[in-house]
């Protein structure tokens, strides 16, 4: 790893544990704002470009205006402690279950390894190969979305259009606002 | 809102629970920065809307940033008057609009004999790549009134059927 990639990391897990430990609602989502700015960086680190876009549009941008909007809406806590208070058995838990989840990690090939299935496997070396004389554009993974596996794009959008439908629903209105 | 052992402290803490709606501070240099702003930051969501069929970007990502012009302006110039200015029903026809947009280019190439968004059945030049464009605006439509009228409804609160105060 490089320096980089090690300090990018470092801020990251920073800024996940500030997001859960601090008392004060205003400051852990800004937090949660610089964390969602960091993994941004660490997708585009990784070569995935298209879900850093994302991930800073919709976490560190739209989200953190979401959750500044709603805790307009709610009363601060008077005490001036700076930390939340941890329970010990869910630190337990929790250290617990990313223990578990950790052991999967050897069996993940390394980042960029030319014998993973990602770079050699049959369904990417067809779509790299044929996308182009396909579709027409030239971002393989637009070729994927948009066309080879548009009918999950379909889902995907309707989806977020049932969000917004459902969200209309519990608020009781025909239109937002 | 109360609070039993200081009563001094209580001028820094927040005090919004009735003061609705969100606490609107005019200020102008936010509101010349988002003028000077919104005009790159739509044409940019626009880029990456279209531009997606050949450099990194699409249909979600362009739209979300479309959708945060809205935002800005809410926030520079007060999210009751950005809502007054857009009017209640732009953010629900742009969605639905994106939606029938999208299944509607994909069942018709199926009704023209091709399969689900199978671009070449319209039998236009370039159908697939323009067939990909027209796509990646209806989810851009779909994505960019999701997150304007999830801004305005949060704002608003979840009164049924009722105004803001």
């Known amino acids: ?177 | 809102m109360s609070s039993p052992d200081d009563g001094s402290a209580s001028g820094d803490a927040f005090e919004t629970a009735d003061q609705q709606p969100a606490p609107y501070v005019e200020s102008p240099i936010i509101m010349t920065t988002v003028r000077v702003v919104t005009p790159f930051v739509f044409t940019f969501g626009l880029f990456v809307m279209f531009h997606g069929a050949n450099s990194p970007g699409g249909g979600f990502q362009g739209g979300v940033i479309v959708g945060t012009v809205v935002l800005l302006l809410g926030l520079a110039f007060g999210i009751e008057t950005t809502r007054e200015w857009l009017g209640p029903h732009p953010p629900v026809v742009v969605v639905g609009l994106g939606v029938l947009v999208f299944v509607g280019i994909g069942t018709g190439s199926v009704l023209l004999g091709g399969g689900f968004l199978e671009y070449e059945a319209y039998g236009i030049n370039h159908a697939s790549k323009y067939g990909i464009e027209l796509v990646e605006l209806a989810i851009g439509a779909v994505v960019a009134g999701i997150v304007t009228g999830m801004f305005f409804a949060i704002s608003a609160g979840g009164a049924p059927g009722g105004e803001p105060e």
């Open chain 1, 1 to 177: 790893m490089t320096p980089v990639e090690i300090a990018l990391l470092v801020f990251v897990v920073a800024c996940a544990v500030a997001a859960a430990a601090l008392r004060d609602v205003l400051a852990s989502i800004i937090a949660f704002g610089a964390f969602s700015l960091g993994i941004a960086a660490v997708w585009v680190l990784l070569r995935a470009p298209d879900v850093g876009l994302t991930e800073a549009a919709v976490g560190a941008g739209v989200m953190t205006v979401l959750f500044l909007l709603t805790i307009a809406k709610t009363v601060r806590p008077a005490d001036e402690a700076l930390f939340e208070s941890v329970d010990p058995w869910a630190l337990v838990t929790a250290v617990a279950l990313v223990a578990v989840l950790a052991t999967t990690l050897g069996a993940l090939p390394a980042v960029g390894a030319a014998d993973e299935p990602v770079t050699g496997g049959d369904v990417t070396t067809y779509y790299l190969e044929n996308s182009y004389e396909d579709t027409e554009v030239e971002n393989a993974v637009t070729a994927v979305l948009a066309a080879y596996r548009g009918f999950d794009t379909m889902g995907e959008a309707v989806v977020v259009y049932a969000a917004g439908v459902s969200l209309l629903t519990v608020f009781g209105r025909e239109v937002f606002g």
